[in-house]
Nanobody, 120 residues
């Protein structure tokens, strides 16, 4: 099992920035994923990155504004979110997978989530 702990969420105004962190412990895994879930909506893929640094594409809704990176020495992945919009408001989750994938079902370990709220 992989334990994942997210941090860095909060309240920010439109146009602002936040950086989320996700620290992992436990067994080895191949890739990290970022997902988000807005109220009343299904959890959606944001982006993913392998532990070797191969980055899967970003969802169209965040492309050009969000960037993921990792620090293998700290076993931590980051999601830098710039030019935030009210529609980015959601609970953000990191997840661990044995494959680089955009499919929720491929991820078998999930963090507790961190709330991001963007005010207009």
């Amino acid at each position: 099992q992989v334990q994942l702990v997210e941090s860095g969420g909060g309240l920010v105004q439109t146009g602002g920035s936040l950086r989320l962190s996700c620290a992992a412990s436990g067994r080895a895994f191949f890739a990290w994923g970022w997902f988000r879930q807005a109220p009343g909506k299904e959890r959606e893929f944001v982006t993913a990155i392998s532990r070797s640094g191969v980055n899967l594409d970003y969802s169209d809704s965040v492309k050009g504004r969000f960037t993921t990176s990792l620090d293998n020495a700290k076993n931590t992945v980051y999601l830098q979110m710039n030019s935030l919009k009210p529609e980015d408001t959601a609970v953000y989750y990191c997840a661990a997978s044995r494959a680089l994938s955009h499919m929720r079902q491929d991820y078998d370990s999930w963090g507790q989530g961190t709330q991001v709220t963007v005010s207009s």
